[in-house]
């Protein structure tokens, strides 16, 4: 099948449907999610969306603690930007539906504004516990009434589709390949202008907070197609994820602490002032090392997370959705500490774009987690991440809107999807073997803490998979798991071979190889694209 639009959306998440409902006033839009709505990245937020609210806070309070959170690597100018432009994003998020928790206390019914690690001040507008959830059912709700848009659910991409620009010959993006899961046909979806909005990757890690779908899948197939990527060894790590047998990838929200959460070793002690002296409200980082540390050397299999001291009442009202899981699973968190661990939790590198959310490829755009903007530098601050989805999507569609003004071209004539002499596969069991493999391997030798041993080992062990899925991926008919497999490899590869190229420790990346942290050498991004790549594998 061949679907013509003048915007496709890659993603269905808060970044690609706020940028679906803006294009649709100019257009036709389609929208490409590889599961149902609302299963995203963003459904799953927890906390809040960060931005200055109160008259207490400021425009230079928030830009100074999230370049502090960035350990040096911040784009300041962006961060100012995504700062300033936050109140309207806001706005229009409230002008589409989204009910934001306002404080019972308060007769006029102010916002209630949290705050969460490496915050100075209360700027983080929530829904209760279940803030994306929010933002998502609006924004689903405002889509599913748009004539414009096309919601093509269940279809996954597998590769860009690229052709002249009618011009000098430049490769530019013309749409993408797109597995239909229901029919396993591949259809061809052709547009004047490709957004990606595809969230992170915390599936290539064998724990994480992130839902099944967060395989990488755009920034794989950006890379692919030759776009410039960035900073992908800077992988968040959440500190506090519920450890459970029957709670997969339940994340407990950094807002816990920022209400008075302790992390308490199993013996009751408090252990996080002995790291840092903004204890439990330290960048996620600092947490994340500190928890790490104190199970590894001390053999344990988890920390604890206490919030019994504050009043059962507020805990019950604040947080409901943790406070009903938990009690699900027979944990009662206003009697009791709960076990947590840290996981995967948010990929701060992604596909380099400009202030306009532009690729490195004409007509490709990327906005939310699967772009690397600068804002985040090398070590995400909390609730940044929402904020920065949202004002990208506005920004990709200011230079979407004039674009298909004042350019009239059309697609060129590409070929549909080729098959070859490719047929089905009776060896599946390969895909998960590798599948699990690249995970643990991750988990082990990339994981919160690294030595230049251990990324060697993965090197040697991503290359040898790879080959491996090059050869499976051309022999056999595509299915979901073969895409989702040759995507995290990638990815992978792509977090191994920037981690080994940076030779110091800042935010995310810790070597203890090279513990300090070096700013006459390595105040930088670490870009790679794929002829560099390329050349890595060779050498």
């Known amino acids: 099948m061949r679907v013509e639009s003048d915007t496709l959306v890659i993603g269905g998440g808060i970044a690609g449907l706020f940028f679906a409902l803006k294009a649709a006033a100019q257009g036709t839009v389609t929208l490409l999610t590889k599961d149902r709505l609302p299963e995203s990245n963003t459904a799953y937020a927890q906390g809040g969306i960060a931005s200055v609210w109160s008259a207490q806070d400021s425009f230079a309070a928030h830009v100074e603690d999230t370049l502090e959170a960035g350990a040096g690597l911040c784009h300041r100018d962006v961060v100012e930007l995504v700062v300033r432009e936050g109140p309207d994003r806001i706005r229009d998020l409230i002008a589409l539906g989204t009910h934001f928790s306002t404080r019972a206390d308060q007769e006029d019914r102010e916002y209630d504004l949290a705050r969460e690690g490496g915050h100075s001040h209360r700027r983080i507008l929530h829904a209760s516990d279940a803030t994306g959830r929010e933002i998502v059912r609006a924004l689903i709700t405002a889509v599913r009434g748009e004539p414009r848009i096309r919601v093509l659910e269940n279809h996954i991409a597998i590769d860009l589709m690229l052709g002249a620009d009618g011009g000098g010959g430049t490769p530019t993006c013309w749409g993408a390949y797109v597995l239909d899961l229901a029919t396993r046909g591949i259809d061809s979806v052709v547009a004047r202008a490709t957004v990606l909005a595809t969230g992170g990757a915390g599936k290539v890690y064998l724990y994480t907070s992130n839902p099944d779908i967060a395989t990488g899948d755009g920034i794989a197939i950006a890379c692919r197609a030759g776009a410039t990527i960035g900073n992908m060894e800077f992988f968040q790590f959440h500190p506090t994820c519920l450890y459970h047998p029957q709670a997969k990838s339940f994340l407990l929200t950094e807002a816990l602490r920022g209400e008075g959460a302790v992390l308490r070793l199993p013996d009751g002690s408090p252990f996080m002032k002995r790291y840092d002296p903004r204890a439990e409200l330290a960048p996620r980082d600092v947490v ?157 030798y990339v994981g919160i803490v690294r030595t230049n041993r251990r990324l060697e080992r993965a090197r040697k062990r991503i290359r040898m ?7 499976y991926y051309w022999n056999f008919l595509v299915t979901s798991d073969l895409v989702e497999l040759r995507n995290i490899a990638l990815v992978a590869e792509l977090i191994i071979e920037s981690a080994i190229s940076r030779h110091e420790s800042r935010g995310l990346h810790y070597n203890r190889d090279t513990p300090e942290r070096d700013d006459r050498r390595w105040r930088h991004d670490t870009l790679i694209g794929r002829e560099t790549l390329e050349r890595l594998r060779r050498s």
């Not at 299999?301 to 009690?327: G, K, M, N, Q, W």
């Not at 998979?465 to 090059?470: D, G, M, N, S, V």
């Open 465 to 471: 998979l790879q080959q491996e899925i090059h050869e």
């Open 288 to 444: 994340a090392r500190a928890i790490d540390q104190e199970m590894k050397v001390h053999g344990y299999e988890h920390v604890y997370l206490d919030i019994s001291h504050r009043d059962p009442a507020f805990v019950r009202r604040r947080f409901p959705t943790i406070h009903r899981r938990c009690l699900e699973l027979g944990l009662d968190m206003t009697r009791a500490p709960l076990p947590v661990v840290p996981a995967a939790h948010y990929c701060c590198g992604g596909v380099v774009t400009d202030e306009l959310a532009r690729t490195s490829i004409p007509r490709l755009y990327a906005c939310g987690e699967v772009a690397m903007t600068g804002l985040h530098g090398a070590n995400r601050l909390a609730s940044n991440s929402l904020l920065e989805a949202v004002i990208f999507a506005a920004r990709a569609h200011r230079d979407v809107r004039d674009l298909l003004r004042d350019d009239s071209r059309r697609p060129p004539a590409l070929p549909d999807w080729n098959p070859g002499d490719a047929v089905d596969s009776d060896e599946s069991v390969v895909v998960t073997q590798n599948w699990d493999e690249i995970r643990r391997l991750m988990w082990n």
